[in-house]
């Protein structure tokens, strides 16, 4: 290797060393902080109506919906902020969001699957269906008997 080419190569090689490359500002840059702040604005505003279904339901399914919908939106915004914070780094845990998101919608789903097949009864089955209504096995027993 020849010494002229030592120092070019040591500098490419060193992502601390922000003095060796020198990037001017582009003109799309206001553009891109523009773009990059109504991202975050929608996206919170998503998370915030995701977040309003969660509490309001009717049903499980639309909560576990919910669920998924906002761990795709928060692996978003992870993506979003790295781009405006210039960050390799941030792309790592917008991974991770997702895979969490996705592996909770499983485990959900297989909740759910479950207990509609453990209802094969018709009166849990009508309880199930009523909303908010979360019947013990005493009041069960205490409503068939009337």
């Known amino acids: 290797m020849t010494p002229d080419l030592a120092p070019i ?3 490419a090689a060193d992502h ?14 206001p553009w891109l902080m523009l773009s990059v702040q109504v991202g975050v604005g929608l996206l ?7 977040l ?12 576990v919906l919910a669920g998924d ?17 210039d960050s390799a780094l941030f792309y790592d845990a917008a991974i991770v969001v ?3 998101g996705f592996a ?19 009166l849990t089955a009508e309880l199930e269906n ?3 209504l979360i019947a013990t096995p005493d009041e069960l027993e205490r409503r068939a008997g009337k």
């Open 44 to 50: 919170v505003l998503s998370i915030l109506l995701c």
């Open 104 to 122: 909770s919608t499983v485990a959900f789903a297989q909740y759910i699957g479950a207990r509609q097949k453990a209802s094969d009864d018709p």
């Open 9 to 11: 190569l040591i500098a």
């Open 52 to 63: 309003w279904r969660m509490i309001r339901g009717p049903h499980l399914a639309d909560r």
């Open 69 to 85: 919908t906002m761990a795709m939106l928060v692996a978003g915004l992870v993506i979003v902020l790295a781009i405006k914070l």
């Open 98 to 100: 997702s895979v969490l």
């Open 16 to 29: 601390g060393n922000s003095a060796a490359v020198e990037q001017a500002p582009s003109a799309a840059e």
């Open 130 to 132: 009523q909303p908010g």
